[in-house]
């Protein structure tokens, strides 16, 4: 025991030595950074795109851009998901889908996928808050072809019922998980702090008002709003615009106007101030929020509260993480600012994700920072550097022609002068110690601030009330109504699809390839050795391990790392690690989910249930990334709930992906499948690549794997001591 422990502090003070000259190296970089000479910026003169106005109200804007034989466009429609009905709130994002989907008059969606596909080019439609868009992407010698879908579908799209159910069962599957994230979460709940719980900024779809959408109710929404003189078009690329001109004029001149959309008239109500806790207790960290409301681009202290922002809470230099962050070691992330939006208020917001057990003192440690803005007002070198910052950042994001034209574009939407990018520049570079000290003052005060914690509230440092009374705020998902969708009598609750016919078929081709439905009941047991690689995460480099698993519910990983071997075991009453030398930890009830969870998952088991009614297997389309085509397929089931990217030829799975516990919470999670061998009358893939939030994080070779091993009957006994070690 004592010559294990020894180890341990040998390689943390190994790691610490290399820490140390890391930062030394970094402190003597900070030394000298600042005497390297730096040139003045030179002028700000941006190629300007060609804005046109047609008759019945078109405003175009072409920007030529030879580079590259590629042609972009963009049409943005006034009109957004503020505009919708409350009791029909997720109909924009509905329609943003089933615009694409949906197809035309003449060709559906999947005929457009088919017909753009060849030509390796794009048409895509979306919904936000404010408007809606359809875009294009192709090269330029396919644009006629593609410009006759993208035209087609703005003037003349079918809003398919089928489609529109599809749409409908994705958001039900959103509104399923929404809660599982706690990041998303907190972002949700702080919105509705700072706008008002029934303001349209924060509002966010449910069970009921999702089914109450009817295709007719995309119709009439397109019949409204989609009218040339509500419409913005961009196009940037590879193009003469005298010529793109005179198509455009072909297309849309003889385009009738139709009524002019003006933005809804909204009231904003912040909650007042005081202490919100939402209470998850399948995580160990909090997020916190301090939220209020922001302020609008329009006003005349913007650029002072870019500065501020910057000086404060935006990058590493910033305050908040040179203190909060690097020096007392408190926050996974930290920052904020005072919010600004181009035609509403923007969240006050200062953001951090912290341990369970530092959650107190990190509100704390934000509420000194707040203080310090009085007592030790921003320095002129602190603004020196957040306007460098700015600055230089503020090319990068405008250093292509698209880019360019978005901006511009997004200047006309709201009523901007054309030329706010120059004013923004100057803005920037005239803001003065004291306008930074008068706007932080102005518009921060922790007095004023509605605090919003999400986190373990059993596992915090102190309770959240030792601060001052507290609201719990309840995010329980609302049931729909009669438990069902009224979209239809027979159907399941939204958190469970009924298969549908494809896709019970693409699962069948699953279960085929795999080796057939009679060889994987005989399953009972599996047991695999391999490599484990980690990529991207607290520990890097392979690490040999075997696994035990005894379906539904048990397992038993053996790990051996350059500490000593590790013993992870999982079973519905327990979940514990043995480290060799050092006795029996419990894992976190987080951690023993998220295990069962990796079993329910297994290739092998899923495919047991396939003739199970508790599970089921719908088809979602093909996915035609990555080059080839793929059936997707939306698997759940009791403790399932995956989607799987099948090659329609073979049956196999080429992907899959899900929620998985990731080092800071619940996290996007994919995994592809490849290096498929025979295994005693089965097909299983023995290589496996992993990816967290779009991320590489992790890969798994393995060398063996045995059907229905004999399994010791005490291995996933827990001992009563460490003692008894």
């Known amino acids: 025991m004592k010559g294990h422990l020894s180890g341990i502090r040998r390689f943390r003070h190994r790691l610490l030595i290399s820490i140390s000259a890391g930062l030394c190296a970094a402190a003597l970089h900070a030394q000298t950074w600042n005497q390297i000479p730096i040139p003045q910026l030179p002028p700000f003169h941006p190629a300007e795109p060609k804005r046109v106005v047609f008759p019945n109200g078109m405003v175009v804007f072409l920007q030529e851009d030879h580079e590259l034989p590629l042609i972009d466009g ?213 997020a916190i929020r301090m939220v209020a409301l922001g302020t609008t681009r329009r006003n005349p202290d913007y650029y002072a509260i870019e500065v501020f922002n910057e ?20 926050a996974y992330a930290v920052g904020g600012g005072i919010g600004t939006a181009f035609d509403h208020p923007g969240v006050l917001q200062l953001a951090m994700g912290t341990k369970s057990d530092t ?42 022609p698209d880019k360019l034209l978005r901006e511009r574009m997004a200047y006309e939407y709201y009523g901007y002068p054309l030329d706010f990018l120059e004013r923004y520049r100057a803005g920037i570079e005239k803001v003065s110690t004291a306008d930074v000290a008068r706007v932080s003052t102005k518009y921060l005060h922790k007095e004023q601030l509605a605090v919003l914690v999400v986190g373990n509230a059993a596992e915090f440092d102190k309770p959240l009330s030792s601060l001052g009374p507290v609201t719990d705020v309840d995010i329980t998902i609302p049931p729909p109504p009669g438990g069902t969708p009224a979209a239809s009598e027979s159907a399941p609750p939204p958190e469970k ?62 790990l051996q790392t350059p500490q000593g071997n590790v013993s992870m075991i999982v079973t519905p009453q327990s979940a514990f690690m043995k480290l060799e030398g050092a006795g029996v930890q419990d894992l976190p009830a987080s951690r023993k989910n998220e295990s ?20 089921s297997f719908s088809a979602s389309g093909n996915d035609k990334s990555g080059g080839s085509i793929a059936a997707i397929v939306d698997v759940s089931g009791p403790g399932v ?11 196999r799975i080429l992907r899959e992906t899900y929620k998985a516990m990731g080092q800071s919470g619940v996290v996007d999670t994919e995994t592809d499948f490849s290096d ?42 827990k001992p009563a001591t460490a003692s008894e070690q």
Not at 79 to 86: H, M, T
Not at 597 to 615: C, G, K, M, N, T
Not at 705 to 714: E, F, M, S, T
């Open 74 to 286: 963009v049409a943005r429609i006034r009109g957004g998901s503020r505009s919708e009905p409350a009791e029909k709130s997720g109909m924009v994002s509905l329609y943003g889908e089933v615009w694409r989907t949906g197809g035309t008059k003449n060709e559906s969606g999947d005929q457009l996928d088919d017909y753009l596909e060849v030509r390796a080019a794009k048409v895509e439609t979306d919904g936000n808050s404010d408007s809606t868009t359809i875009s294009l992407s192709c090269l330029k010698e396919d644009f006629d072809d593609v410009f006759r879908v993208f035209a087609a579908l703005l003037r003349e799209p079918e809003f398919r019922e089928d489609k529109l159910d599809l749409a409908k069962r994705e958001a039900f599957d959103a509104i399923a998980r929404r809660n599982d994230q706690i990041g998303e979460v907190a972002h949700r709940e702080a919105a509705k702090l700072a706008y008002g719980p029934d303001n349209p900024y924060a509002r966010v779809p449910e069970y009921r008002t999702v089914d109450a959408v009817s295709r007719q109710d995309l119709v009439s929404w397109h019949q409204t709003y989609a009218h040339p003189n509500n419409i913005i078009l961009g196009i940037v690329g590879d193009f003469d615009s005298e010529q793109m001109e005179a198509k455009l004029r072909q297309a849309f001149g003889g385009w009738q106007r139709g009524p002019q959309a003006s933005p809804p008239q909204i009231q904003f109500s912040p909650t007042k101030p005081g202490y919100y806790l939402i209470k998850k207790e399948d995580v160990n960290q909090s």
């Open 311 to 330: 000086a404060m809470g935006g990058g590493f230099s910033s305050r908040l993480v040179q203190s909060i962050r690097t020096a007392q070691g408190l």
């Open 359 to 400: 959650t107190i003192e990190s509100i704390q440690a934000l509420y000194r920072e707040v203080d310090k803005l009085t007592s030790n007002p921003v320095t002129d070198e602190e603004i020196r550097r957040a306007k460098d910052s700015i600055l230089n950042a503020f090319i990068f994001n405008l250093d292509t």
């Open 497 to 558: 699809k009924l298969s549908n016919p494809e896709g019970k078929a693409l699962a069948g081709t699953v279960v085929a390839a795999l080796g057939g439905e009679d060889k994987l009941r005989t399953v009972k047991a599996l047991k695999s050795a391999f490599t484990l690689r980690q990529q991207n995460g607290p520990v890097e480099g392979s690490i040999e391990a075997e696994s035990t698993i005894v379906f539904p519910d048990r397992m038993k990983l053996d």
């Open 596 to 615: 069962l969870e990796q079993i329910h998952r297994d290739l092998i088991y899923v495919a047991q249930h396939l003739d199970d009614p508790a599970f």
């Open 641 to 651: 709930s995956l989607r799987w990217f099948v090659d329609p030829k073979s049956g």
């Open 676 to 717: 498929w061998k025979a295994v005693e009358g089965l097909n299983l893939p023995f290589h496996r690549d992993n990816k967290q939030a779009g991320k590489d994080s992790s890969s798994v070779q393995f060398k063996s794997i045995q059907l229905n091993p004999a399994v010791a009957p005490g291995i996933f006994e």
